[in-house]
């Protein structure tokens, strides 16, 4: 627990995130944070389904070109 003794733990309101982690986003309001990452999470799903269908064409490929393909 960061080298904190139990009974300190109480006088810190119980939050056990390390000192400094959460420091860098106080600065920023909530809504700008989370509008952030929201636009980061949308942008991976995209490239997820980029991956997934770009994986799914190439394995396709393979199976239509083998002898128990349709090709």
Same mark, same amino acid.
């Given at each position: 627990?960061?080298?904190?003794?139990?009974?300190?733990?109480?006088?810190?309101?119980?939050?056990?995130?390390?000192?400094?982690? *959460? *420091?860098?986003?106080?600065?920023?309001?909530?809504?700008?944070?989370?509008?952030?990452?929201?636009?980061?999470?949308?942008?991976?799903?995209?490239?997820?389904?980029?991956?997934?269908?770009?994986?799914?064409?190439?394995?396709?490929?393979?199976?239509?070109?083998?002898?128990?393909?349709?090709?």
């Amino acid at each position: 627990m960061g080298g904190w003794a139990l009974e300190e733990i109480p006088r810190h309101n119980y939050v056990l995130t390390p000192v400094g982690a *959460a *420091a860098e986003d106080e600065d920023v309001p909530f809504a700008e944070r989370f509008a952030a990452l929201r636009e980061t999470l949308t942008a991976q799903f995209a490239e997820s389904e980029q991956l997934i269908t770009l994986k799914f064409v190439k394995n396709f490929a393979v199976f239509l070109s083998s002898p128990g393909g349709m090709l």
